[in-house]
């Protein structure tokens, strides 16, 4: 029996030998745990036995899962576990389940590329800093990932999801919250068939929620508060996403208003949209979601009621017409947010019309009397959008000017039904036919519709222009095509006998002609004013306001004209240069579309050519846009402007008002402004501008501010200053433009309080927050403007990332460091000439100085001018010494000089003056032709009139 019992436990432990040899951990995996362990701080934690070499066990180690031989999962969440990861950690090929959450892991991340049976990483709350561009390479068998809670690059500026990550099809959970994010959110997130959850809140992401993100199976998605300005656009594709659950979009930017079809969400239970700038109302199958529990919406710009819902809600911080839930808005009210539904909630009017009473507050464009809607005035703010039926319900409205904007579809028919209705005009957008028939009494302007000129009668005017009120006979057939009248019904209009109305604009004009004539005899050879203007650079954020700067000529106290009232010809005199609206048309072919350089938010710029060949600009405004009280402040305005007068500045040379016209012209600058050579010269095919040329353009500007500043009559603060605002002449000198924001510091203060104004990017940083402007406000534009000449990048761009998208907060920081300056300068400029570079480390430090924070720190636009004359004005002698001045050989005998100057002309030369800055005059000889007491050739220099 013996032998028999030992062949039996013999043939037993040979049964048994395979399963004993694969019970030993794989080589390779024991040596990468020894590793990890050895990069830990506190391995004690782990309590991994140091006599045991086989964590697979018997008995295993603990937190070590494995396979067979193979370690499948390591887990040690919460155990605050501190240290970093081995670079080979990886290696662990079968490793399926990682468990680090809650720890305090540092360092650079392991690249995960090649685990292909990964299926669950939670690395989240960690201290990681790097992760490798390829970490998610191959991850076929991901299923949920989470980083949430890492500084993952921060250092560097953040990272981009990979497109490697779109190989993990498997992937449910994708958890990326506060990790570093930024850039867009990836398209290849929107086509992963199995993603349930998206977390990717509190990054820098920006731009738009993919549309590939439509017909996704993705449940719970959070982007809310997003750094700096984060997410923006709309969010319509939401509602394409019908799984959705829960929705965090707050602490973002995104915009209009929430969409209609967000009822077909309805699974959703919670919902946050606030702090954001949607607007319009609040769709009534949002509130009404059967599973919704939970509803944010504070902080937008949202209007309308307040829906009542019994649910959580919050809604505070918008423009609702009234404060309580359930309480419906007025009728006027709605009828006017109708409106303004079909503008696509413009924001120029959704953040002002806010509150249940149109005619309290500051509705813009809203006129009231005796507490009804009379009048919509906005024509020319680039409206888009259609007509809404509902002005059909304001039955108090007289007047609907709407001209100059960019809407489409028709007139609303029940427009016709408004019995106290006047006047519409509707000119100079892309409406479309049938037009309406209104009733006798109702003036319709419609010129410039192209979809309806279209079908115009053939015998209407062509003269004529938008916005002019015209003769029509009752069949509707003549006029200027403005008119559209059913041949039932007749449009009244305000008849203008036009040839009557020219002879007496030219009697006039040749009246004031003789009068300025008699007065001006002795002084019949006085220069005029020279003016320089160009339309608004198209890139230029604030172009749509129009400002302007007004220096009249010789005689600075001619009186302004002193009526805004109805007198058909008003005639602004300036630069001793009358011009009459006819010269105007003639010049610019009728206010001819082909013609047009620009277009702003009071009119149009038209460029012209008069009969002498003068190219000139004019700026055409609507006369429904100036009210009488406007245009009195406006030609105040002009009046204080004429007392500014510098090379440096640009002025106006005339204004002009007859009948419904309101016109300025301006002398034609070809080369435009700065801002195109420096930001848009590939666009438009131009040659960079060489930093000789940049460092004259500083130069000129810092001219200009120093005389409005210091050296006028008075002080004036400019509150605009800009690249878009310099303009250049030929010879690509720069002078000052836009004064439409100029603010005259009364004596004795030092700061003006005023309403805010300017541009986002150039604006000092107390001025965005007091309101309060000085000189110092200027200067700090000024530097933002010296920043772009050096490095050729807008001041303010949101597509840059977080670290440049201000020019003036990063170039101040790295304007230090010769290295990092030199890497910012505009790659179109040679920074490897030591000379040139050593420049433009001196207008960098400047450039430092004027944009500092604080006030104090920044110095007068004098010091700005000391500082570059030197480096623009270097004096350098004549290489040849033997060069000849004027033709005559400086070498000869004194006496000989002057025999020569005498034979060059006997009588004498005076140097003419130059207007642009020192004259010269050299007495040669008296008449006689006798020598001068004073040795000839020497210069009497004295001072121009702009004080320079």
Sequence with gaps: ??????????????????????????????????????????????????????????????????????????????????????????????????????????????????????????????????????????????????????????????????????????????????????????????????????????????????????????????????????????????????????????????????????????????????????????????????????????NNLLMGPIPSVKYNFTFSGNSFCASDQGVPCRDDVTALLGFLHGLNYPAQLDSSWSGNDPCVGDWRGIICSSGKVVAINLPNLRLNGTISPSLGNLVGLIDIKLGGNNLTGQIPANLTNLKSLKFVNVSSNNLAPPVPSFPNGVTLLLANNPLIDKTASPNTDPSTTPGTQSSSPSNGKAGNGNQRTSKKTNVSVIIIPMVAAGLIAISLVGFLFYYKGKRRKASALMPETSVVVHPRDSSDPGSNSLKFVVANGSNANTPLSESSGNSNVHVIEAGNFIISVQVLRNATKNFSEKNVLGRGGFGTVYKGELHDGTMIAVKRMEASVVTNKALDEFQAEIAMLTKVRHRNLVSILGFSMEGPERLLVYEYMPQGALSKHLFHWKQFELNPLSWKRRLNIALDVARGMEYLHNLGQQCFIHRDLKSANILLGDDFRAKVSDFGLVKLAPDGKYSVAT???????????????????????????????????????????????????????????????????????????????????????????????????????????????????????????????????????????????VKGWQDADVSGTTASTDMSGTCSIVSLADSKGSIPSRPAGFAESFTSADGR
């Design 1 to 298: 029996m013996q032998p028999l019992r030992l062949l039996l436990c013999f043939c037993l432990v040979l049964s048994l030998l395979p399963i004993l040899a694969k019970s030993i951990t794989d080589p390779g995996d024991y040596a990468i745990l020894l590793a990890f362990q050895s990069s830990l701080d506190n391995p004690e934690i782990l309590k991994w036995p140091s006599a045991n070499k086989d964590p697979c066990g018997p008995p295993k180690w603990p937190h070590v899962f494995c396979e067979g031989n193979r370690v499948s999962q390591i887990q040690l969440q919460n155990l605050g576990v501190s240290g970093t990861l081995p670079a080979n950690f990886t290696q662990l090929s079968m490793l399926s389940n990682l468990g680090f959450q809650n720890n305090k892991f540092r360092g650079t991340l392991p690249s995960f590329r090649g685990l292909t049976n990964l299926k669950y990483a939670f690395l989240n709350g960690n201290q990681f800093d790097t992760i490798p561009s390829d970490f998610f390479g191959g991850l076929t068998s991901l299923l949920d990932m989470s980083l949430d809670e890492n500084p993952l690059n921060e250092t560097t500026g953040g990272w981009t999801l990979p497109a490697d990550l779109a190989d993990s099809s498997a992937l449910v959970n994708l958890t990326l919250v506060n990790c570093g994010l930024v850039g867009p959110i990836p398209d290849f997130l929107g086509e992963l068939s199995n993603l349930d959850m998206l977390q990717l809140s509190y990054n820098n992401l920006t731009g738009m929620i993919p549309s590939s993100f439509a017909g996704s199976n993705i449940k719970v998605l959070w982007l809310n508060n997003q750094v700096a300005s984060g997410l923006t656009g709309p969010i319509d594709v939401i509602t394409q996403m019908p799984f959705l659950t829960d929705v965090w979009l707050h602490g973002n930017s995104f915009t209009g208003p929430i969409p209609d079809s967000i009822g077909a969400l309805t699974a959703l239970t919670r919902i946050w949209l606030n702090n954001n700038q949607f607007v319009g109302l609040i769709p009534s199958n949002l509130t009404s979601l059967p599973s919704l529990q939970d509803l944010k919406l504070d």
């Design 755 to 897: 309403r805010l104004a300017g541009t986002f990017g150039y604006l000092a940083p107390e001025y965005a927050v007091t309101g309060k402007i000085t000189t110092k406000a200027d200067v700090f534009s000024y530097g933002v403007v010296l920043m772009e000449l050096l490095t050729g990048m807008t001041a303010l761009d949101e597509s840059r990332v977080e670290e440049t998208r201000y020019l003036a907060s990063w170039f101040t920081q790295i304007r230090t460091d010769k290295q990092k300056l030199k890497e910012s300068i505009d790659l179109s400029l040679d920074t490897s000439d030591e000379e040139t570079f050593a420049s433009i480390c001196t207008v960098a430090e400047l450039a430092g100085h004027c944009a500092a924070r604080e006030p104090y720190q920044r110095p007068d636009m004098s010091h700005a001018v000391t500082v570059l004359v030197p480096l623009v004005e270097k004096w350098k002698p004549a290489k040849d010494e033997s060069e000849e001045y004027m033709g005559i050989d400086l070498h000869l005998p004194l006496l000989q000089m």
